[in-house]
């Protein structure tokens, strides 16, 4: 049962374009997102959070929006770099419940020079 | 501070010997994290722990896979015997248990063949 998800397996993009990746979730207990960035053979580093309370964080060229009603987040990423190439991995947590996050599947973006 | 540590960074074993993957956690950090990363599964919770003490073993796929914490700076896992689809990437984290982020280590990559 996967209780997050990132339907878009990859994602190709210009550069200076915008990439927007979806995140779903099932749990209407999460209250903390996050987003983390993965590049090879390094492990996954912290990019941006939202709190539950809030419906959109932004932090330079990256954006999370959350919509609660719907279970759905999304980062954009404007303008889009090619540094930006990756592995972007959605994850969730329960603040009550203790600092497990429950992560999604991850999305691979591609961006082209 | 050097980060999460994690060792060995490859290992390559035969079906049913015993692997042993270890890590070393941020000096500072009372919360420890074992994820393990497949095509199919994404990033999935094998096991975490707070102050040493084991919270929640849910993840562990079966009875051959063992994890310990023997005091605040080193954790193992081990796989015994290890069997060809516990091929994976293996990543240990490390987080202060009240704030939301995890800091990972560049995991292991384990081929059983």
């Known amino acids: 049962d996967q209780q997050v998800k990132q339907n878009s397996p990859s994602l190709s993009v210009q550069e200076g374009r915008i990439s927007i990746l979806n995140c779903d979730y099932t749990n209407s207990m999460f209250d903390y997102f996050l987003w983390y960035k993965k590049y090879p053979a390094e492990g996954p580093t912290f990019l941006i959070s939202?709190?539950?309370?809030?419906d959109k964080n932004e932090d330079g060229r990256f954006t999370v929006f959350l919509n609660k009603s719907a279970k759905h987040l999304s980062l954009h990423i404007v303008p889009s770099q090619p540094g930006d190439s990756a592995v972007y991995f959605c994850a969730a947590r329960i603040k009550a419940a203790g600092n497990k996050l429950t992560f999604g599947g991850g999305t691979r973006v591609l961006v082209k020079p | 501070d050097a980060g999460v540590i994690q060792s060995p960074r490859h290992e390559v074993t035969e079906m049913g010997q015993e692997v042993t993957l270890r890590c070393k956690p941020i000096s500072g950090h009372n919360s420890l994290f074992w994820y393990r990363q497949t095509m199919m599964r994404g990033l999935e919770l094998l096991i975490y722990f707070n102050n040493n003490v084991p919270i929640d073993d849910s993840g562990m796929p079966e009875d051959r896979f063992s994890a310990k914490m023997p005091n605040a700076s080193f954790s193992t896992l081990k796989i015994q015997p290890s069997e060809p689809r516990d091929s994976a990437v293996y990543f240990c984290?490390?987080?202060?248990?009240?704030?939301?982020?995890?800091?990972f280590g560049s995991g292991t990559r384990l081929t059983v063949v």
């Open positions: 984290a490390s987080s202060i248990r009240e704030q939301g982020g995890y800091t």
């Open positions: 939202i709190s539950s309370i809030k």
